[in-house]
């Protein structure tokens, strides 16, 4: 990674594997061979369809889901298996997640200031009263909102103001990754955009670090430094952002592409969706590995792919 | 094709009863389906997309009533329509519709061929071995693969979108006139929804129905769309073809959606976005329902309801900055030049270039 190596990793996957029981038979391996790292400051996105993996992925990192194979690693250390109780409440803190539907994430019965207080009372994170309600009325601030909203509950706020709490009660922990799954699909055109922004503005602000989850690609262009594609739990290809958007190499990354509907209709109605299916296009095999086929740019391949990749990336370059 | 009317909505306006308050979620909406067209209706969710469509097949909720308006169709007024018997002709006949949730279309306990052949032999009268047949072409039309094996099988043994290529065969049974697609791609994955929208318009040419498509994607009513509706606040506030709706758009509100499309961010600048929330239906709409929201919204906006002016032979917007005495407001700069811009994006190299040439 020649341009990215002086920066600092905060989270390291390294060949991470993660596998369901399948009722006693056969166990279904839903993620495999999983390594990447995400650097301090960056918002990395891991970009992929239903059943991918993805949010498998982003619940390992939380320590939802247990890791069958390989490590987790948080600033160094080993986040994954068992931690004593003491690491256990750090890497809570330091590591928070934001939710797909801001509706169901949130207790409707709860005020906005309890729900983002809870972390708070959890961990006991305050001094005193004063000092809780000085953190919640910031955290409101920051996402946005009022102080007078604490005393409201969940049901009385749109859809992108609920989006703001689920943020909000993330923040108040303090945290130094922010694991977001899906955060915008479930809101409306016009509301992701503030959400997005907002996520973006705290990321320069505050130096946070995000795992992206989503299946949009047209989001994940803006928002996001890197991409890692995922496909049926192997991750085939990882780049920055404006790399991976000008030379797709893996083909299912192209197919993915090219279903992204443009707010174009002379475009849209020329477009032909490229399908990708796993029986016409080789998928694994032993000689198969994340290789580097441009700088920074990773592709899930074998050692004769490699070589037709480089060459479409020299036409691509040349075109 | 832009001849013959099939459908004519006129003043609709829809009033749910809501505990003991009434809420107008349409207010007023008149539409003009041509035969063979697909019109796409754009909007946000509690615009009234959904529920404007389901006055054509009288699905409305039960605490929900038209209490103004017609709805023409073959010389019958659909709003007179009571009975349930009334509909039996019209609705899953003539009139169709696929909804957003395959999973929640489909009866999880019956058989998908059970579920195709049940439509068949009540609307065509066939023998229970010609409707199997019947059903089993109709699936292999739809693009399901070994379509006789999997005719025994249960919903949860197909993937999403194959569940949804089943609902769009049920709709298609009785080869209806009009096909209404409610968020038909919404609930699938971007690759699998490329497919479903290939597979109706594909159907459409070959059997020629009339499409209506509800839909809160912009790049989506640009694939599917010969014309476009845009709803707020219970009403279609800007109609024209497609072309004119993306290319040369005229209602603020219709800006902000284009402008805050992901596609057309610039990374490291705030996406565009649109302040405030929906109006609430449950008060009298003064003036124009996007000018509270509307940083250009003039004075009369506020205090009068604008009419539809006239922008070309087919292209409508309701909106005061039309009137010849409005001050000329320009479109925001994000979604000018949009051909060009975007054109830039799918070229070799650009972002969203495919390679496939």
Redesign the interface.
């Given at each position: 990674m020649s341009a990215m190596t002086n920066r600092d990793v905060l989270l390291s996957l390294k060949d991470v594997e993660i596998s369901f029981d399948n009722g006693g038979r056969k166990k279904f391996k839903a993620v495999q061979g999983a390594t990447f790292d995400i650097y301090k400051g960056e918002t990395f996105a891991l970009v992929g369809?239903?059943g991918s993996g993805k949010t498998t992925i982003g619940r390992a990192i939380m320590r939802i889901n247990e890791l069958s194979n390989g490590e987790i690693l948080f600033e160094g250390k080993r986040i994954s298996g068992k931690l004593s109780k003491q690491e256990d409440m750090e890497v809570i803190r330091n590591i928070q997640m934001i939710f797909q539907d801001p509706a169901a994430s949130l207790n409707e019965r709860a005020t906005i200031e309890y729900c983002i207080s809870e972390g708070l009372y959890n961990f006991h994170l305050y001094q005193n009263e004063q000092d809780r309600l000085v953190k919640v009325d910031r955290a409101l601030e920051e996402v946005g909102l009022l102080p007078e909203h604490k005393s409201r509950y969940p049901h009385e706020f749109?859809g992108g103001q609920r989006q703001r709490v689920g943020i909000a009660r993330a923040l108040i922990m303090e945290p130094k990754l922010v694991v977001a799954d899906e955060p915008i699909s479930a809101l409306?055109?016009?509301?992701?955009?503030?959400v997005?922004?907002l996520m973006?503005k705290l990321k320069n602000e505050k130096g946070l670090t995000y795992l992206f989850i989503a299946?949009?690609?047209?989001?994940v262009?803006?928002i996001a430094d890197r991409i890692a594609v995922i496909h049926l739990g192997r991750i085939v290809e990882i780049a920055e952002?404006?790399e991976l958007?000008?030379y797709?190499l893996h083909p299912y990354t192209?197919?993915?592409?090219?279903?992204?509907?443009?707010?174009?209709?002379?475009?849209?109605?020329q477009?032909?969706?490229?399908?990708?299916s796993e029986t016409t296009e080789e998928k694994t095999g032993p000689d198969y590995e994340m290789r580097e086929i441009r700088p920074g740019h990773f592709v899930y391949c074998n050692p004769e792919q490699a070589m037709e990749y480089q060459k479409?990336a020299e036409s691509?370059?040349e075109? | 094709m832009k001849d013959k009317i099939i459908i004519s909505a006129k003043d609709i306006e829809v009033q749910f009863r809501v505990r003991d308050r009434f809420l107008t979620a349409i207010r007023n909406v008149s539409l003009d389906l041509y035969e063979g067209e697909t019109f796409a209706i754009v909007g946000e969710s509690g615009s009234g997309k959904s529920v404007f469509t389901k006055t054509f097949t009288g699905m409305l909720e039960s605490n929900g009533k038209i209490t103004n308006g017609s709805i023409m169709y073959h010389g019958q007024d659909l709003t007179k329509l009571k009975k349930e018997k009334d509909w039996a002709g019209i609705r899953g006949v003539k009139i169709a519709t696929v909804f957003q949730d395959p999973m929640t279309s489909l009866n999880p306990i019956r058989t998908i061929g059970f579920q195709i052949t049940e439509v068949i032999e009540k609307h065509q009268k066939l023998s229970k071995s010609e409707a199997k047949a019947q059903a089993i072409s109709i699936m292999e039309r739809v693009g399901i693969p070994n379509a006789a094996d999997r005719f025994d099988n249960y919903p949860f043994q197909y993937s999403g979108g194959m569940r949804q290529r089943i609902v769009i065969a049920i709709a298609l049974a009785c080869h209806p006139e009009i096909l209404i697609c409610d968020e038909p791609t919404t609930a699938l994955d971007v690759t699998i929804q490329a497919q479903i929208i290939k597979l109706i318009k594909d159907l459409q040419k070959e059997l020629g129905f009339t499409t209506i498509y509800i839909t809160h994607d912009l790049g989506v009513v640009a694939n599917v769309a010969d014309r476009v509706g845009v709803m707020y606040g219970g009403q279609i506030i800007e109609y024209g073809t497609v072309n004119e709706i993306f290319y040369d758009p005229q209602h603020p509100y219709t800006w902000a959606l284009l402008s805050a499309l992901p596609q057309l961010g610039v990374k490291g600048e705030d996406l565009y976005y649109i302040t405030g929330t929906p109006p609430s239906l449950y008060n009298k709409i003064e003036g124009d329902a996007f000018a509270p929201r509307n940083p250009q919204a003039l004075k009369i906006d506020f205090a009068k309801e604008p009419p539809f002016f006239k922008v070309s032979d087919t292209h409508y917007a309701k909106t005061w900055l039309l009137d010849p005495r409005a001050p000329k407001v320009e479109k925001p700069a994000a979604i000018q030049n949009l051909h060009e811009k975007i054109l830039k994006m799918t070229a070799k190299g650009g972002a969203f270039h495919v390679g496939n040439d």
């Open positions: 369809e239903s749109s409306d055109v016009s509301i992701r955009a503030q997005l922004n973006n299946h949009d690609l047209s989001v262009r803006f952002t404006e958007f000008a797709p192209i197919s993915l592409l090219s279903a992204v509907p443009m707010p174009d209709p002379v475009i849209e109605k477009r032909e969706p490229i399908v990708y479409a691509i370059k075109g | -």
